[in-house]
């Protein structure tokens, strides 16, 4: 692989951020590879582990001379970073960001950036439930999609350099607008996080009254919501807080849903809730037809070894 950038100068450095500079490596994507946290232990752990060359105690100094700037801070954290990095940027350099909603960080980013820098908003659509430097790995964008959400100023030139470095990464890349992008992970992401959190905080209700049984027997469908509750409290309160309109557009059609389905419970119209389930099952086969998930049972979850006496 050639090298894309001279200089990449990583903001913030926690699952994304560390993700892309093992990616970067490995695939030798990147010159040199500099970066800043907020806390000085996360600035030591990266460069104990190698993810960074230089770390810096500043952004602003962090941004200096680097031909790409990624924003990878939780959504709420993007205008005060953005502000400070710019009257920093290198002209002619190109600034990007990592974060889950894509209009919110656009207004807050863009209006601090100088001319001769382009913008160009993106977001990695992968993820786990970690979060921090150690918690990345370099095959974490292989066969996902990265979805880019070009402005006035992202330049073509800066668009392209970009996806190519995402395709270096093993991403598949498309491009969207801010708008549509914010609706869509509305549907496939925000959403789902929101009721999984819901769901885990009923069963916790729960656990008060029948003991260890939730815990004990968490075995199915409840155990893929805890991973995913499990996830950052602070980037998920950013996205709520930021992906407001869409996502409360979505929980309302959600509840609506929720409703003929519980009607149909309460009237035993078993054809009703067969033909659903029959369309939904439908939609995971698509998933997985393209190549976004694994068909194996429990999504090919290696059983623990049996403890002794089991
Ligand atoms: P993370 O593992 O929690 O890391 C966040 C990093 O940002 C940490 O290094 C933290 O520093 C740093 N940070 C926070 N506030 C800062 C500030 N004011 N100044 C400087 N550094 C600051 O988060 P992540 O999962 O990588 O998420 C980063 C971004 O990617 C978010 O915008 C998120 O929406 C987006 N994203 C996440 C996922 C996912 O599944 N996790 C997927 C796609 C996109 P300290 O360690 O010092 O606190």
């Not at 992202?154 to 093993?170: I, N």
Request: net charge negative; glycine share 8%; proline share 5%.
């Amino acid at each position: 692989m050639t090298v894309i950038y001279q200089r990449v100068a990583l903001i913030g450095l926690g699952l994304i951020a560390s993700s892309m500079a093992h990616a970067m490596r490995e695939n030798g994507l990147a010159g040199e590879i500099v970066g800043h946290a907020k806390s000085p232990e996360t600035r030591a752990t990266a460069l104990e582990i190698g993810l960074c060359d230089r770390v810096f105690d500043t952004a602003a100094a962090a941004v200096q001379g680097a031909d790409l700037v990624v924003l990878a801070v939780p959504v709420g954290a993007m205008d005060a970073i953005a502000a400070e990095i710019g009257p920093h940027l290198a002209a002619g350099c190109t600034v990007t960001d990592v974060g889950s909603v894509k209009q919110a960080v656009i207004e807050a980013v863009a209006p601090h950036l100088p001319e001769g820098v382009a913008f160009v908003p993106g977001h990695p659509l992968a993820g786990t439930e970690h979060s921090g430097p150690r918690s990345g790995f370099a095959s974490l964008f292989v066969n996902r999609w990265c979805l880019l959400t070009p402005i006035e100023q992202s330049s073509p030139e800066a668009t392209a350099h970009l996806r190519a470095l995402w395709e270096g990464m093993g991403a598949k890349v498309d491009e969207m607008d801010p708008a549509h992008h914010d609706l869509v992970l509305a549907v496939v992401s925000h959403t789902p996080h929101l009721i999984a959190y819901t769901m885990v905080g009923v069963a916790d209700h729960l656990r008060r009254v029948s003991n260890s049984e939730v815990i004990q027997y968490s075995a199915s469908g409840f155990r893929d919501f805890t991973r995913i509750a499990a996830s950052d409290p602070t980037m998920w309160r950013d996205v709520f807080l930021t992906n407001k309109d869409a996502v409360l557009d979505i929980l309302g059609r959600f509840t609506e849903e929720l409703f003929v389905l519980q009607r149909a419970i309460r009237m035993g119209d078993g054809q009703q809730l067969f033909d659903y389930f029959t369309r939904t099952r439908a939609i995971r086969r698509g998933i997985i037809e393209a190549g976004q998930d694994t068909a194996a049972p429990d999504f090919g979850r290696v059983a623990p070894p049996a403890k002794p006496g089991e």
